[in-house]
Structures are given as structure tokens and as C-alpha cells.
């Protein structure tokens, strides 16, 4: 890993739930991302570090059990936007993020607006 180069995420991505539920995380626009290895299939692993106050709640486990599950990230598409707006609590500088990023109209915007379950 080559940790004189990163990448800054632009925009929030979703991360899929390591249980294969359909239940996702946000990784939020900002965050550092460490290029660790691309692949002839297309894609990439990054690495990315966290700081945590005191011991996380975690139980060693092999090294590669890591690359056996591996979690996947993925940009926001319009259909995940609208679930994520009715059932996660999106910041408003990420909502603005992941308006700009999938280029929304105001008209989309509006219609996402009125579906909007409170």
C-alpha cells in the first residue's frame, strides 16, 4: 500500500452490509481512501484508517478472512437516493453531495420531495 498517495472521496458511497442484508452504510464524502490493489475483473481494494476512542468492539479473526467477505462500495443511483431521503438520516451537506454528484433536476428533486414519507 502506498500511503504517500490517497484518494479523498467527493461524494458519500454506500457500503453493503457485510451480513449480504439490504440494509447499507454511508461512507461520507471527505474520507481518505488508500489504494491497495486493482484487479483484471475491473475492480479495486482500498484501505481506509478510522480513528476509535478506547478498543473497539471486535474479535481477532485470521487476516484473510478479510478477502473471503470483503465489503463492497458503490456510488448513490437515483433509486437509492430515494430510500436513502425516506430511511436514513442524511446530513443536509450530504444530501447537497449526492444531489450535485447524480446531477438531480429540480423536478426529480421535487417528486423525491413529494414521496417523502414522514
Not at 451537506?93 to 414522514?118: F, Y
Amino acid at each position: 500500500m502506498d500511503k504517500e498517495y490517497a484518494f479523498r472521496l467527493t461524494e458519500p458511497v454506500l457500503i453493503s452490509s457485510p451480513s449480504g442484508k439490504p440494509e447499507h452504510y454511508i461512507l461520507p464524502a471527505g474520507t481518505i481512501l488508500f489504494h491497495q490493489k486493482s484487479y483484471d475483473e475491473g475492480h479495486s481494494t482500498y484501505i481506509i484508517e478510522l480513528n476509535y476512542k478506547g478498543m473497539p468492539p471486535v474479535e481477532r479473526v485470521d487476516s484473510k478472512v478479510g478477502s473471503e467477505n470483503p465489503l463492497w462500495a458503490y456510488p448513490v443511483s437515483e433509486t437509492d437516493l430515494r430510500r436513502l431521503t425516506a430511511d436514513y438520516p442524511l446530513t443536509r451537506d450530504e444530501l447537497a453531495a449526492l444531489l450535485k454528484a447524480r446531477k438531480i433536476s429540480r423536478d426529480e428533486l421535487a417528486q423525491i420531495v413529494r414521496e417523502w414519507k414522514d
